[in-house]
Each structure stands twice: as C-alpha cells, then as structure tokens.
C-alpha cells in the first residue's frame, strides 16, 4: 500500500503534534500524569484536526485518511512525546 499525500501530512501532522504536546509537558502546561495525559491530546488533536479539514473541504471526515495512516500518526506523536521528554 502506498500513502497518499493527504495520508503523509496526517502522519507528519501527528509528529507535530506530538512535538508540540512535548513542549507543553516540558514548559509545565501539561501534566504528565494529570487528568488527560498527553497521548491522550494528541489523539483529540489529531481527531479535531481532522474533523476541521473535513469541513473545510467538505466532505466526509472518515474518507479523508485510511486507518492505517491515522494509527501511524498516532503512534508517532506519541513517539515524539515520549522521546521529547527524555532528550528535550
């Protein structure tokens, strides 16, 4: 299977995320261990995103992005959370 280009911004959009998520846990405005851990933003910001995008655009926000790619973009914000915290 070979990524579209909407499903390479969506991944690389999610490592974004994930970078910006880890700044906030680094600075201190998010709490690593608080009520809504940071994977946890990463996936409502990954889901408001692509409602947004699906507005904008006008169509269905399930037909935007495969699973896969929307896995992989979690996983990978994630991974850049968690290396953000130890090398950041």
């Given at each position: 299977?070979?990524?579209s280009r909407n499903?390479?911004?969506?991944?690389?959009?999610?490592?974004?995320l994930?970078?910006?998520?880890?700044?906030?846990?680094?600075?201190?405005?998010?709490a690593?261990?608080?009520a809504l851990p940071?994977f946890?933003?990463?996936l409502?910001?990954?889901g408001?995103v692509?409602?947004?995008?699906?507005?904008a655009?006008?169509?269905?926000?399930g037909t935007?992005?495969?699973?896969?790619a929307?896995?992989?973009?979690f996983?990978v914000?994630?991974c850049v959370?968690l290396?953000?915290?130890?090398?950041a």
């Amino acid at each position: 299977m070979r990524p579209s280009r909407n499903e390479l911004l969506f991944v690389a959009l999610g490592a974004a995320l994930g970078a910006v998520v880890a700044y906030g846990v680094k600075a201190g405005f998010v709490a690593p261990d608080g009520a809504l851990p940071p994977f946890a933003i990463v996936l409502l910001g990954l889901g408001f995103v692509e409602l947004l995008v699906g507005y904008a655009t006008g169509r269905s926000p399930g037909t935007l992005v495969g699973m896969p790619a929307r896995f992989l973009a979690f996983v990978v914000g994630v991974c850049v959370v968690l290396l953000g915290g130890k090398f950041a």
